[in-house]
């Protein structure tokens, strides 16, 4: 089973609104991590988030983590048409050393 | 730019062709990836490179062979493959390998297998 969902799979929006994507996990994790991708590119890393912290900020970026209901929320602000992308939330399970990604939120900004 | 490259971007083989994929990093990482992007499907693992050494081998079936001779570069090497390992692979360095890292994706080879 995944361990990263997202939610929504995909999101329209006009330009200027904000956005805002879900990602739950299953297990304990030493950080989370969110990244985008453009169609057909490789991921770009956004914001890593450490499980002992609730909020980070960079930019238009908010990032929120909950440990204990094990979900995490990115909202982008007053959106813009190059924010068109795929987004992904990534998490680190302890001992593993691997990075387990979602299937990702499907973000539209219209013009 | 990520600093990470990939050639090349498009392939198209034949099941019976032997090709291969090239990464190359220029952030003075240690360790690196091979992922495999499908249509509506999560970002797979397939291998990890912890200077130089292979520390994971995600059940990968051997018609992929990856090679790995120095910390910068990173190889996949595919032969007789099947018409479902087409996909969008993706190569990604990160500082190490230890947990946590984030991790810098190439902008990916977009094979396609006929």
């Known amino acids: 089973s995944q361990q990263g969902e997202e939610d929504p799979q995909a999101l329209s929006i006009q330009e200027g609104e904000n956005a805002t994507m879900n990602c739950s996990y299953k297990?304990?994790?030493?950080?989370l991590q969110w990244y985008r991708q453009n169609s057909g590119r490789g991921l770009v890393h956004l914001i890593l988030i450490r499980s002992n912290e609730r909020e980070k900020h960079s930019g238009r970026l908010r990032v929120t983590l909950d440990t204990s209901k094990k979900s995490s929320s990115l909202l982008i602000t007053a959106s813009r048409a190059a924010d068109t992308a795929s987004y992904f939330c990534a998490t680190d399970p302890p001992n593993t050393g691997k990075l387990i990604f979602g299937q990702g939120t499907t973000l539209q900004v219209k013009p | 730019e990520t600093g990470v490259t990939q050639t090349p971007r498009h392939l198209v083989m034949g099941m019976t062709n032997k090709k291969s994929l090239k990464c190359e990093q220029h952030?003075?990482?240690?360790?690196m990836y091979w992922y495999k992007q499908s249509a509506k499907k999560p970002l797979e693992l397939m291998f990890v490179y912890n200077f130089k050494e292979q520390t994971e081998n995600n059940s990968v079936p051997s018609r992929f062979s990856p090679e790995c001779p120095n910390s910068s570069h990173l190889f996949l090497h595919l032969h007789t493959l099947q018409p479902e390992d087409s996909a969008l692979y993706l190569c990604?360095?990160?500082?190490?390998?230890?947990?946590?890292?984030?991790?810098?994706f190439g902008p990916g080879t977009r094979l396609l297998v006929l």
């Open positions: 297990t304990s994790i030493n950080n």
């Open positions: 990604a360095s990160s500082q190490d390998s230890a947990g946590g890292r984030s991790q810098y």
């Open positions: 952030l003075g990482h240690n360790a």
